[in-house]
Protein backbone atom coordinates (compact mmCIF):
# COMPACT_ATOMS: atom_id res chain seq x y z
CA UNK A 1 0.00 0.00 0.00
CA UNK A 2 1.32 3.29 -0.72
CA UNK A 3 2.56 5.54 1.97
CA UNK A 4 -0.38 8.12 1.02
CA UNK A 5 -2.50 5.21 1.67
CA UNK A 6 -1.03 4.63 4.97
CA UNK A 7 -1.32 8.37 6.07
CA UNK A 8 -4.83 8.31 5.44
CA UNK A 9 -5.17 5.48 7.44
CA UNK A 10 -4.19 6.43 9.95
CA UNK A 11 -5.57 9.57 9.99
CA UNK A 12 -8.74 8.44 10.12
CA UNK A 13 -7.46 6.02 13.25
CA UNK A 14 -5.89 9.00 14.99
CA UNK A 15 -9.67 10.88 14.93
CA UNK A 16 -11.34 7.97 15.75
CA UNK A 17 -8.52 7.45 18.95
CA UNK A 18 -9.12 10.77 19.82
CA UNK A 19 -12.55 11.31 20.32
CA UNK A 20 -12.73 7.64 22.46
CA UNK A 21 -9.80 8.78 24.73
CA UNK A 22 -11.32 11.82 24.94
CA UNK A 23 -14.77 10.21 26.09
CA UNK A 24 -13.28 7.91 28.28
CA UNK A 25 -12.04 10.52 30.77
CA UNK A 26 -13.97 9.86 33.93
CA UNK A 27 -15.08 13.65 34.17
CA UNK A 28 -16.18 13.93 30.07
CA UNK A 29 -17.78 10.42 30.44
CA UNK A 30 -19.98 11.12 33.53
CA UNK A 31 -20.71 14.22 32.11
CA UNK A 32 -21.77 12.84 28.50
CA UNK A 33 -23.39 9.84 30.30
CA UNK A 34 -25.78 11.92 32.23
CA UNK A 35 -26.48 14.63 29.74
CA UNK A 36 -27.40 11.98 27.00
CA UNK A 37 -28.72 9.33 29.31
CA UNK A 38 -30.35 7.50 26.28
CA UNK A 39 -28.13 4.76 24.34
CA UNK A 40 -29.63 5.04 21.22
CA UNK A 41 -29.08 9.15 21.32
CA UNK A 42 -25.61 8.63 22.71
CA UNK A 43 -25.13 5.89 19.78
CA UNK A 44 -26.51 9.09 17.15
CA UNK A 45 -24.23 11.53 18.51
CA UNK A 46 -21.21 9.85 18.35
CA UNK A 47 -22.01 8.73 14.74
CA UNK A 48 -22.63 12.40 13.50
CA UNK A 49 -19.78 13.71 15.33
CA UNK A 50 -17.26 11.01 13.36
CA UNK A 51 -19.06 12.30 10.46
CA UNK A 52 -18.81 15.70 10.97
CA UNK A 53 -15.06 15.22 12.01
CA UNK A 54 -13.79 13.15 9.23
CA UNK A 55 -16.23 14.75 6.45
CA UNK A 56 -14.38 18.04 6.99
CA UNK A 57 -11.28 16.08 7.01
CA UNK A 58 -11.99 14.77 4.06
CA UNK A 59 -12.63 17.66 2.35
CA UNK A 60 -9.57 19.17 3.58
CA UNK A 61 -7.38 16.07 2.59
CA UNK A 62 -8.87 16.59 -1.29
CA UNK A 63 -8.13 20.21 -1.66
CA UNK A 64 -4.70 19.34 -0.10
CA UNK A 65 -4.35 16.69 -2.89
CA UNK A 66 -5.87 18.28 -5.93
CA UNK A 67 -3.40 21.50 -4.79
CA UNK A 68 -0.52 18.74 -4.55
CA UNK A 69 -0.01 20.91 -1.13
CA UNK A 70 2.39 19.02 1.71
CA UNK A 71 1.98 15.22 2.36
CA UNK A 72 -1.57 14.57 0.58
CA UNK A 73 -1.63 12.92 -2.67
CA UNK A 74 -3.56 10.77 -4.58
CA UNK A 75 -3.84 7.29 -3.42
CA UNK A 76 -2.78 5.17 -6.22
CA UNK A 77 -2.31 1.56 -6.30
CA UNK A 78 -0.81 -0.45 -9.21
CA UNK A 79 -1.75 2.93 -11.54
CA UNK A 80 -5.33 3.02 -9.82
CA UNK A 81 -6.98 5.73 -7.97
CA UNK A 82 -8.41 4.65 -5.31
CA UNK A 83 -10.86 6.68 -3.89
CA UNK A 84 -11.59 7.41 0.16
CA UNK A 85 -15.11 5.98 -0.56
CA UNK A 86 -13.10 2.69 -1.02
CA UNK A 87 -12.31 3.12 2.74
CA UNK A 88 -15.63 4.18 3.97
CA UNK A 89 -17.18 1.03 2.63
CA UNK A 90 -14.51 -1.37 4.07
CA UNK A 91 -15.46 0.29 7.62
CA UNK A 92 -18.92 0.05 6.48
CA UNK A 93 -18.40 -3.45 6.08
CA UNK A 94 -16.64 -3.93 9.35
CA UNK A 95 -19.17 -2.32 11.66
CA UNK A 96 -22.13 -4.01 9.56
CA UNK A 97 -19.92 -7.62 10.29
CA UNK A 98 -19.41 -6.68 14.23
CA UNK A 99 -22.79 -5.98 14.77
CA UNK A 100 -24.09 -9.28 13.29
CA UNK A 101 -21.61 -10.49 15.77
CA UNK A 102 -23.65 -8.55 18.25
CA UNK A 103 -20.28 -6.48 19.17
CA UNK A 104 -21.12 -2.98 20.05
CA UNK A 105 -24.74 -2.67 19.40
CA UNK A 106 -25.81 -1.12 22.23
CA UNK A 107 -27.53 -3.71 23.79
CA UNK A 108 -27.89 -3.95 27.74
CA UNK A 109 -25.00 -6.21 29.19
CA UNK A 110 -22.64 -5.22 26.03
CA UNK A 111 -19.38 -3.03 26.14
CA UNK A 112 -20.70 0.86 26.12
CA UNK A 113 -16.74 1.28 24.86
CA UNK A 114 -17.45 -1.21 22.05
CA UNK A 115 -21.00 0.60 21.04
CA UNK A 116 -19.08 4.02 21.30
CA UNK A 117 -16.21 2.46 18.85
CA UNK A 118 -18.94 0.98 16.24
CA UNK A 119 -21.10 4.20 16.30
CA UNK A 120 -17.85 6.62 15.95
CA UNK A 121 -16.84 3.93 13.15
CA UNK A 122 -20.32 4.16 11.64
CA UNK A 123 -20.19 7.30 11.16
CA UNK A 124 -16.53 8.07 9.85
CA UNK A 125 -17.43 5.13 7.04
CA UNK A 126 -20.05 6.88 6.04
CA UNK A 127 -18.61 10.35 6.10
CA UNK A 128 -16.02 9.08 3.63
CA UNK A 129 -18.18 7.19 1.26
CA UNK A 130 -20.90 9.62 0.98
CA UNK A 131 -18.20 12.43 0.33
CA UNK A 132 -17.68 10.52 -3.02
CA UNK A 133 -21.08 10.15 -3.73
CA UNK A 134 -21.09 12.16 -7.02
CA UNK A 135 -18.98 8.71 -8.49
CA UNK A 136 -21.17 6.63 -7.18
CA UNK A 137 -22.83 5.39 -10.35
CA UNK A 138 -20.42 7.21 -12.51
CA UNK A 139 -16.85 6.29 -11.83
CA UNK A 140 -14.85 8.68 -14.02
CA UNK A 141 -11.50 10.30 -12.89
CA UNK A 142 -12.37 13.90 -11.86
CA UNK A 143 -15.89 13.90 -12.23
CA UNK A 144 -16.84 14.83 -8.99
CA UNK A 145 -14.13 17.72 -9.17
CA UNK A 146 -15.53 19.40 -12.10
CA UNK A 147 -18.99 20.48 -10.48
CA UNK A 148 -19.67 23.99 -9.27
CA UNK A 149 -22.01 23.30 -6.75
CA UNK A 150 -20.31 20.56 -4.55
CA UNK A 151 -19.06 23.39 -2.44
CA UNK A 152 -23.00 23.81 -1.54
CA UNK A 153 -23.56 20.26 -1.36
CA UNK A 154 -20.02 20.40 1.26
CA UNK A 155 -21.91 23.21 2.97
CA UNK A 156 -24.93 21.77 3.34
CA UNK A 157 -24.15 18.28 4.66
CA UNK A 158 -21.69 19.95 7.55
CA UNK A 159 -24.36 22.08 8.46
CA UNK A 160 -26.70 19.11 8.57
CA UNK A 161 -24.20 17.19 10.71
CA UNK A 162 -23.88 20.57 13.13
CA UNK A 163 -26.93 20.64 13.36
CA UNK A 164 -27.65 16.70 14.30
CA UNK A 165 -24.68 17.56 16.55
CA UNK A 166 -26.45 20.22 18.36
CA UNK A 167 -29.80 18.29 18.53
CA UNK A 168 -28.84 15.50 20.32
CA UNK A 169 -25.56 16.97 22.14
CA UNK A 170 -26.78 20.16 23.24
CA UNK A 171 -27.02 19.50 26.86
CA UNK A 172 -23.98 17.23 27.08
CA UNK A 173 -21.65 20.31 24.87
CA UNK A 174 -23.15 23.11 27.34
CA UNK A 175 -22.19 20.50 30.32
CA UNK A 176 -18.82 20.21 29.46
CA UNK A 177 -18.01 23.88 28.20
CA UNK A 178 -19.08 24.31 31.94
CA UNK A 179 -16.96 21.52 33.62
CA UNK A 180 -13.94 23.17 31.19
CA UNK A 181 -14.82 26.52 32.41
CA UNK A 182 -15.14 26.19 36.10
CA UNK A 183 -11.48 23.60 35.76
CA UNK A 184 -9.29 26.51 34.63
CA UNK A 185 -6.52 27.88 36.59
CA UNK A 186 -7.76 30.83 38.58
CA UNK A 187 -5.40 34.13 38.01
CA UNK A 188 -3.85 35.10 41.72
CA UNK A 189 -4.92 37.65 43.40
CA UNK A 190 -2.23 40.49 44.88
CA UNK A 191 -3.91 41.02 48.14
CA UNK A 192 -2.28 45.22 49.57
Known amino acids: MPASAWLFALSIAAIVFAIALFLHQPKI ?13 RRLLLAATGFFITFAAARAVAYAAIRDVGPFHYIYFRGTHVHHLVFGILLLLIVGFCW ?16 GLMSLLYGVGAA ?51 EIWHSRPQPRRHHK
Open 29 to 41: RAIFHSHVPDVPR
Open 100 to 115: LLEVGTGARGTSLFAS
Open 128 to 178: LTLDEFSIWLRVQEGVYNTRRDLVSVDAIALFGAALLIAIYGRSFAKALGL
